[in-house]
């Protein structure tokens, strides 16, 4: 019998009509527990309660709603051992990985109790005699928190912090495939002296809880993360009731190498970029752009760095990548492989399914050369260990091919020229700009987000938070 976790409505712990299994995808006889499914009549209790919560929430005492996120902080960062040890079982990053995004989301906590003290206004004098301007910033309301698979931890911390510091009640349903780490985050809330109703957990299917979720009347503002065909069906929806919304999608993301790069660096970001957490992070590098010049030694380099990365289970001491996080993404993953071959690529190295002495979902990290941005293995989101390689001529055309793609979250380059560094931060038509580092791997005090495809609406994390979390509110006040 699987040890069952309840959602978290109007400060109860509430069954749920169904349960479905948390199922760890480096072994899928490892059952991580049974995670209740809400459904849309316990979604509208939630958002009831929020709704109820509120009026005093958003007034309330500040110091009172600091200390709560201070203590959410600094509990996740005591248990970052475990917290960081059930993420990497329910998402198959490996430990070190998981322990990392639980720190991560320990110190968003303690950012953001401190943001509780530094809401700041303006008084600025009027145009007209014996009146003076107040612009202020108000919460939104009740938030619909949305999250994806990819980062259980740390994205739903960078939503439900701000929308707590900044006054918001929250309703938040994380993705129905790792409900173990946003169970754990949401009875750390419940114990943090948060007021009942103020935050609210609803675990289940998109299309159950999701679509009612975004399309409530009482809610005020939705914050997804997740991918591009669900984002633009909720920015639809959430424009049709005039809602205010957030939106951060896949990615592209090209990594540039020029000849001038330094080599061992360039081949250790590009692994780190496009393999690291079996590449399912929207900022992986999956493109890597190289110029003619060190086109061969990259390759050769890159294939024998490959040869040496450990593949395995997460858990396990010395592994470099744990297995891609469910049946449908391996599949999804290796017909990407077999569409980049098929149009004409290389596979150098990699691109099959491994067994690892467990029943998980193992892959072997792909390389594929001779690859054009016509192709789609260049052009869709594959969301796994699967890299492409697009040979050009130099600085010019790697800028072109970087910008060549409908995405927009992270982009870098690999060189020694300072003139090339400037000139790529300048005309990247990314969101966020990486010189001589991975595309992905950021850090949480400072805006995150991305451009064309990749992201809508205002910006994530750090102060630029409350841009998306407040309303300006202008006041005229006479003598
Ligand atoms: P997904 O779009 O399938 O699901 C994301 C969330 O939306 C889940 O909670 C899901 O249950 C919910 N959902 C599904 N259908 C819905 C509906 N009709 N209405 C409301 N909610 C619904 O994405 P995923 O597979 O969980 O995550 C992978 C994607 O997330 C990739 O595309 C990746 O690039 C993206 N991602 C982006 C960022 C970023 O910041 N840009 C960060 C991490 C992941």
């Known amino acids: 019998m699987n040890k069952k976790y309840d959602n978290f409505i109007s400060g109860q712990w509430v069954a749920g009509a169904k349960y479905a299994p948390n199922i760890s995808p480096s072994n899928i006889n490892d059952v991580i527990g049974d995670y209740a499914q809400a459904d849309a009549v316990q979604l509208d209790l939630a958002v009831q309660a929020a709704q109820a919560s509120f009026p005093a929430w958003s007034t309330g005492n500040i110091q009172a709603r600091a200390d709560a996120l201070d203590k ?242 997460p858990l396990a001491a010395g592994i470099d990548i744990g297995p891609v996080a469910s049946q449908a993404q391996l599949e999804q993953d290796l017909s990407y492989v077999q569409i980049g071959e098929a149009e004409g690529g290389v596979l150098v190295a990699g691109g099959q399914r491994l067994q690892c002495g467990t029943e998980g979902f193992y892959m072997a990290p792909a390389l594929l050369t001779d690859t054009t941005m016509a192709m789609r293995i260049n052009r869709e989101e594959v969301f796994g260990p699967v890299a492409s390689v697009i040979r050009v001529k130099g600085y010019e055309e790697a800028l072109a091919e970087a910008n060549n793609t409908p995405y927009g979250l992270s982009a870098g380059i690999a060189t020694t020229s300072l003139k090339y560094a400037a000139h790529f931060k300048r005309h990247s038509q990314a969101g966020m700009v990486m010189v001589n580092l991975p595309t992905a791997g950021v850090d949480y005090h400072v805006p995150f987000g991305g451009r064309k495809g990749s992201s809508y609406g205002s910006r994530e994390q750090g102060r630029y938070a409350n841009e998306f979390f407040t309303i300006v509110k202008t006041a005229y006040v006479g003598d």
């Open 72 to 313: 959410i902080g600094t509990e996740i960062l005591s248990r970052r051992d475990e917290l960081g040890t059930l993420l990497a079982r329910e998402e198959g990053k490996t430990r070190p990985e998981g322990i990392g995004e639980a720190t991560r989301a320990g110190n968003i906590f303690k950012f953001f109790a401190g943001e509780c003290l530094r809401l700041t206004g303006e008084i600025v004098p009027s145009v007209r005699s014996g009146i003076s301007v107040e612009i202020t910033r108000e919460p939104m309301g009740v938030v619909g928190l949305i999250t994806p698979w990819n980062f259980p931890i740390a994205i739903p911390a960078w939503k439900i912090a701000p929308a707590l510091a900044y006054g918001n009640c929250v309703v938040f349903k994380p993705a129905d495939l790792v409900p173990g780490c946003a169970w754990a985050l949401a009875e750390i809330i419940s114990r943090s002296g948060i007021p009942a109703g103020v935050f609210n957990l609803v675990m289940g299917r998109g299309s159950v809880i999701g679509d009612p979720l975004v399309n409530h009347p009482a809610i005020n503002a939705i914050s997804f993360t997740g991918s591009q065909s669900v984002g633009e069906r909720i920015a639809q929806q959430c424009a049709l009731q005039l809602k205010k919304v957030q939106l951060e999608m896949g990615g592209k993301n090209p990594q540039v190498i020029l000849d001038d790069a330094n080599l061992p660096r360039a081949v250790e970001l590009s692994v780190q970029s496009a393999f690291f957490s079996s590449g399912q992070r929207c900022t992986a590098s999956s493109r890597l752009i190289v110029s003619d010049g060190i086109y061969a030694r990259f390759l050769d380099a890159m294939k024998q760095r490959m040869a040496t990365l450990r593949i395995g289970d």
